[in-house]
């Protein structure tokens, strides 16, 4: 019985501890990059009658270079700008 008691008693400060705000923590990016200038990318491939591959894989590279353009050293975005880049080539013929 003691044993439930004390779980539940540390569960409910962990919980609280998790609560509180820490102001220190808040902002760590900075300020708020404006998103809607850069986020506004026309495609470069009509997709008004491809595939549902071939616009999943345009709406996925455009996410890679937005990423890409935010972080020019991300290897990750790279590679995906990159992959999808030939998957678009290869899937809106």
Same mark, same amino acid.
């Given at each position: 019985?003691?044993? @439930? +008691?004390?779980?539940? =008693?540390?569960? *409910?400060?962990?919980? #609280?501890?998790?609560?509180?705000? !820490?102001?220190?923590?808040? !902002? ?6 404006? /998103? $809607? $200038? /850069?986020? %506004? %990318?026309?495609?470069? /491939?009509? @997709?008004?009658? +491809? =595939?549902? @591959?071939?616009? #999943?894989? %345009? ?9 890409? =353009?935010? %972080?020019? *050293? !991300?290897?990750?975005?790279? =590679? ?7 998957? /678009?080539? #290869?899937?809106?013929?």
């Amino acid at each position: 019985m003691n044993r @439930i +008691a004390l779980l539940f =008693s540390v569960a *409910g400060l962990l919980v #609280a501890a998790a609560c509180g705000d !820490d102001p220190a923590r808040k !902002d760590l990016t900075g300020p708020a990059k404006p /998103v $809607a $200038a /850069v986020a %506004v %990318v026309a495609p470069e /491939v009509d @997709i008004a009658k +491809a =595939s549902s @591959i071939c616009r #999943a894989s %345009v709406r996925r590279r455009q996410v890679a270079r937005l990423r890409l =353009s935010r %972080v020019p *050293g !991300d290897l990750l975005a790279l =590679s995906k700008a990159k992959h999808f880049g030939a998957l /678009v080539t #290869a899937a809106c013929k």
